[in-house]
Nanobody
């Protein structure tokens, strides 16, 4: 089994900062891309940021310059540093990872349970 466990969400005022963490655990042979998605009430889930095992990053236009994604491959962990938060960043944030559990298998998508981020105006 593989689990992704997020932490770091909460309530913050506009202009504030939060740091999300997500750790993958269980039977893991290799992790390719890791990323963060978010889903606001009544909206579709959207990509916020992603990072490859080599460190290449990709961001949604709405968070460029404010959010930074990073990872610690030794700890199977991915982070999302969120600065200059806006009320429109309010959403449930989900961790995602492409993981191979055993040598010879294909990568499979795994998701965390989600963590709420609420930004008050």
């Amino acid at each position: 089994q593989v689990q992704l466990v997020e932490s770091g969400g909460g309530l913050v005022q506009a202009g504030g900062s939060l740091r999300l963490s997500c750790t993958a655990s269980g039977t893991i042979f290799s992790i390719n891309a890791m990323g963060w998605y978010r889903q606001a009430l009544g909206k579709q889930r959207e990509l916020v940021a992603a990072i490859t095992s080599g460190g290449s990053t990709n961001y949604a236009d709405s968070v460029k310059g404010r959010f930074t994604i990073s990872r610690d491959n030794a700890k199977n962990r991915v982070y999302l540093q969120m600065n200059s938060l806006k009320p429109e960043d309010t959403a449930v944030y989900y961790c995602n990872a492409d993981i191979i559990r055993h040598y010879g298998l294909a990568y499979r998508d795994y998701w965390g349970q989600g963590t709420q981020v609420t930004v008050s105006s």
